[in-house]
């Protein structure tokens, strides 16, 4: 026996390990979500890129598409209306948004969670929603509407406000992230050298948050860019690329231009991702560096301007709300202000009725649960597994590209994949499940990194002991990884859940009349001119996204308070 | 000494152009305890790993129990192993972390319960038992990993930096208890460390490495006593060094001059750097005695170290000052003190050759 190890030994080739049935179920698995990833997002954006350059008879022809989309200028005039309404978007949520994170990080103002809660509640409701409280309080019989100065809300102005109210969570959480990493050290030697607090500001605090910063202008100028609910509802005349490419798809069924104005959706937006992955790096790199947390001073004339910031924003993201739910519950306001719910009698409307309410509640549901299944699945093996190098990382590209993926263009890519009638997939085609395989998709990147962080904190000697205790891998999965990784798993599936609710753009592609969704609802009744029951609609949407985040919090709570015991070791 | 157990054999490792592992081969007998010892970045844990089948090796065999296990997944191995970080399973408790690799085998439960009993008794933890890792100190977490992997008695128990995680004091009091339950339960037991103190009390055997190659292997006595390498003399314990050339038989001249040596085999003027330990070095009451290779110096400094004190002295003409340990009664019969003058000897017998390039 001694002997064939010297003969293994001498031989002149790199030894490779016999592999373990572990890890031939491991690379089955890995095969199998890479297979999904594949399936439901690389040939879909495929099957685009080719549309694009394929005329609408089936043959070849080129870039003739993109000629004739450039020598159009009411599409190339969308390409610069989607820049104006990013870049001011940007500027503007970045701003607020910072002031209001540093009160949150920097004061001592009172009621920092409720305020907290407050500014996330934009993530709860589709993008729709602020467009309908604008034409209520902005539009032509608006409550307000003296406070535009004669200027039109339908337009610029609207998508903008609109925007703004719908990215500014997203901005506020990173720019939160970007100055609780302060070190607390720098601040005490800056105050011993007798620095002015407008002196730290420019000298410490914006040079550390700046990778936060530069984070969440991409994340918000991405985000309004691609937007298709706002400028829908409340852009009027002024086009944008995401409105465009409804326009050519369901308006005038020119798939191949909806195709090439896709493509050019994409560009910022791929840009946008790639900036922002390289920074995060950066910043990552700033918080290792091992900090003392920053506890600020109490300063009462500053605590009260930062208070009253607060308040001004929370008016505004409340006052949309309220605009809704007001416009829901009186029988046609402002004209006839006696209450009623006839708005909520969905059924009397286009847009598939309270069927549509259900249908999303199913399609939120079967996202979370196969969601979470496959998105935390897939990070542990792309983690954990051995060997499969190249398919590994193949998958990990494949996770982190629906990020760079616009919902429209997603949607469309959809369309030409799945409608094709060579494809035996096809049958999916205006099903539940082509609705839950989209979504998951479009949410794939944010949940792939929630796991893949939550995975990495995990002592990475686990699956070796387990390997050299003879237990096969799914049992250290279950009774260790899962266990460990449950709140990153509960916020996975919150998450999808909340997104599910609230998305229209890649499911306005995808629902049929049996499949309506509560967000197109929304949409559609809109369309129509019932914007009233479309308000009352947004509303349930928000109330059932809401709801789920309070059961979400009370089941962390319960978790932690039942996991406390050992959850003290994997904090350190 | 018992039959061997394990046999690597010209093992070598790379990572894409870096050469981990040189060539290495090395036999450990059944029931042995071995401690890979080297400095940070050597390979020690790369060729536990290897041996483990964590990270298995470009080339090389290795064979455990007569078996060829060379390519072989972890999983159809037989170790026990304990890392550094002891990676216990923080949502299980004590017990049911020690009962991780028995579950599974079909054994009953009672079995099963009896065998955690026992284990729990061998580390002294049996009142911890439902407590989580988090609850216990970072001895008694090191206990736990230890149980867990000597539950399923594999034939091979791997332990990584184990003690490295503790504080001196504990460190010192685990020393002696896994040497103790090595010993009684008779298991073949490697362990990587960088604490030289560690694999002198510990191991039967060392294997001292260094940049991926193996310097020497050697019961602690040997190791001491024979450093086969100057990487070794200078590695474990403290070391004088002295450089010279070959004078003459049995001679060598350096710049303080000519010192007797016990070897009389080396060619002329070849360069040659001598070795000798500071307990080696003799303090003399009066100079003119029969000793070899006197010589008289400067007292720099003196560091008291308990039973004895370590003398630094700068005998006149030398490069480099001696350090020299001497008991506390032979201090005080002679008086020293920093920037008194005291005569010493280097016994021939003492000094160790190390030849250049070789
Ligand atoms: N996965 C890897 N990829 C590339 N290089 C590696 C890898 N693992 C180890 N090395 C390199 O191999 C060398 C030996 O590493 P190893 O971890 O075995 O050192 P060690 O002797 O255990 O050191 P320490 O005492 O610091 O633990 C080091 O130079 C290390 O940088
Ligand atoms: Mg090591």
């Known amino acids: ?572 | 000494m018992g039959d061997v157990f394990l046999r690597i054999e010209n093992l070598t490792k790379k990572f894409g152009n870096f050469t981990a592992l040189r060539d290495i081969s090395l036999e450990v007998f059944e029931g042995e305890f071995v401690c890979f010892l080297g400095p940070s970045g050597c390979g020690k844990t790369t060729l536990l790993r290897a041996i483990a089948g964590l990270d298995i090796q470009t080339q090389g065999g290795i064979t455990q129990a007569g078996r060829d296990i060379s390519v072989l997944p972890p999983s159809e191995r037989d170790f026990g192993i304990v890392f550094q970080s002891y990676a216990l399973f923080p949502n299980l408790t004590v017990e049911k972390n020690v009962a991780y690799g028995l579950e599974s085998r079909r054994a009953r439960r009672d079995e099963t319960s009896s065998r955690v009993n026992e284990l729990l008794t061998l580390v002294d933890l049996v009142d911890q038992r439902v407590k989580y890792p988090s609850q216990l100190s970072g001895g008694q977490q090191q206990r736990v990993a230890l149980a867990r992997a000597l539950a399923t008695s594999p034939g091979l128990l791997l332990l990584d930096e184990p003690l490295s995680a503790l504080d001196a004091k504990v460190r010192t009091h685990l020393r002696q208890e896994i040497k103790q339950l090595q010993k009684r339960l008779a298991v073949t037991t490697i362990m990587v460390t960088h604490d030289q103190e560690e694999a002198l009390t510990m191991a039967d055997r060392i294997v001292v490495m260094n940049h991926g190659v193996i310097e020497q292997i050697g019961t602690p006595e040997e190791i001491y006593a024979a450093p086969a390498s100057e990487f070794v003399a200078e590695f474990i314990g403290t070391m004088n060094f002295i450089n010279a050339a070959v004078s003459g038989a049995s001679e060598c001249a350096h710049q303080g001059g000519a010192l007797q040596i016990s070897d009389n085999s080396i060619e002329s003027n070849r360069a040659v750097r001598l070795a000798i330990r500071p307990e080696d070095v003799r303090l003399l009451s009066v100079s003119g005695s029969d000793q070899p290779n006197q010589t008289s110096g400067q007292v720099i400094s003196v560091e008291y170290l308990g039973a004895f004190i370590r003398v630094t002295i700068q005998p006149a003409g030398w490069q480099e000052p001696l350090l020299v340990d001497a008991s506390t009664d032979l201090a005080n019969e002679l008086e020293i003190s920093a920037g008194g003058t005291v005569n010493l000897s280097l016994p021939a017998e003492k000094i160790l050759i190390y030849q250049e390039d070789s």
């Not at chain 1, 979500?33 to 954006?45: F, K, S, T, W």
């Open chain 1, 1 to 572: 026996m001694a002997t064939t190890a010297v003969q293994v030994g001498k031989g002149s080739g790199v030894l490779k390990s016999k592999s373990s049935s572990d890890d031939r179920v491991m690379r089955l698995f890995i095969l199998v979500i890479g297979g999904y990833l594949v399936i439901a997002l690389a040939l879909p954006l495929y099957a685009m890129f080719s549309k694009s350059v394929f005329n609408s008879d089936g043959s070849f022809v080129g870039l003739s598409n993109y000629f004739s989309y450039f020598q159009t200028p009411a599409l190339v005039y969308s390409i610069k209306n989607s820049l104006f309404v990013g870049i001011i978007t940007t500027l503007i949520t970045v701003t607020i948004a910072f002031i209001l994170a540093y009160g949150f990080t920097r004061s001592r103002m009172r009621g920092k969670p409720l305020f907290k809660t407050i500014a996330m509640i934009p993530i709860l409701v589709p993008s729709l929603l602020p467009g309908i409280a604008l034409i209520y309080l902005f539009g032509r019989q608006g409550v307000i509407n003296w406070a535009l100065f004669g200027n039109e809300i339908y337009g610029p102005i609207g998508i903008i406000i609109s925007e703004v109210f719908f990215t500014l969570p997203h901005a506020l959480i990173i720019i939160i992230t970007g100055l609780s990493i302060a070190d607390a050290r720098l601040y005490e030697a800056a105050t011993a050298l007798r620095a002015s607090r407008i002196r730290i500001f420019f000298t410490v605090t914006l040079p550390g948050v700046r990778y936060g910063l530069i984070s969440a202008a991409f994340v918000v100028f991405t985000l309004a860019v691609t937007d298709f609910g706002a400028p829908k509802v409340i852009g009027g005349d002024f086009n944008v690329l995401a409105t465009d490419i409804y326009k050519q798809v369901i308006g005038q069924q020119n798939f191949e231009m909806g195709a090439v104005v896709s493509v050019v959706l994409l560009i910022p937006a791929a840009l946008a991702f790639f900036v922002d992955r390289l920074v995060q790096k950066k910043q990552v790199a700033l918080l290792s560096a091992r900090a003392v947390a920053l506890e600020p001073k109490p300063d009462r004339r500053f605590d009260n301007i930062m208070l009253t910031y607060a308040i001004i924003v929370s008016i505004f993201i409340l006052g949309i709300l309220g605009m809704c739910q007001f416009a829901a519950l009186f029988k046609f306001f402002p004209y006839n202000l006696s209450l009623g719910l006839t708005n909520y009698q969905f059924d009397l409307m286009d847009g598939g009725g309270w069927n549509s309410y259900f249908n999303s509640i199913e399609m939120a549901s079967y996202t979370a649960i196969f969601g979470t299944i496959i998105v935390f699945y897939g990070a542990y093996l792309v983690e954990k597994g051995k060997g499969f190098g190249v398919i590994r990382g193949a998958v990990q590209f494949l996770a982190m590209l629906p990020m760079a993926v616009p919902g429209m263009v997603l949607g469309l890519a959809y369309i030409f994949f799945f409608n094709a009638p060579s494809n035996p997939l096809n049958v999916l085609y205006h099903t539940m499940a082509i609705l839950v395989i989209s979504t998951i998709t479009h949410f794939y990147t944010v949940s792939h990194l929630t796991a893949t962080t939550a995975l990495k904190q995990m002592d990475a000697q686990f699956e070796s002991v387990a390997a050299s205790l003879k237990q096969p891998f799914y049992r250290t999965f279950l009774r260790v990884t899962v266990p460990v990784c449950t709140p990153a798993i509960l916020d996975i599936s919150i998450y999808l859940f909340v997104n599910a609710m609230t998305t229209v753009s890649a499911v306005v592609f995808l629902y049929s009349p049996h499949t309506t969704l509560a967000s197109v609802a929304v949409l559609n009744m809109d369309d129509a001119g019932d914007i009233a029951p479309a308000a009352a609609m947004g509303m349930m949407i928000f109330y059932t996204a809401a709801g789920v985040k309070v059961l979400h919090y009370l089941l962390s709570r319960g978790i932690e308070s039942r996991t406390q015991a050992w959850r003290i070791s994997v904090a350190n």
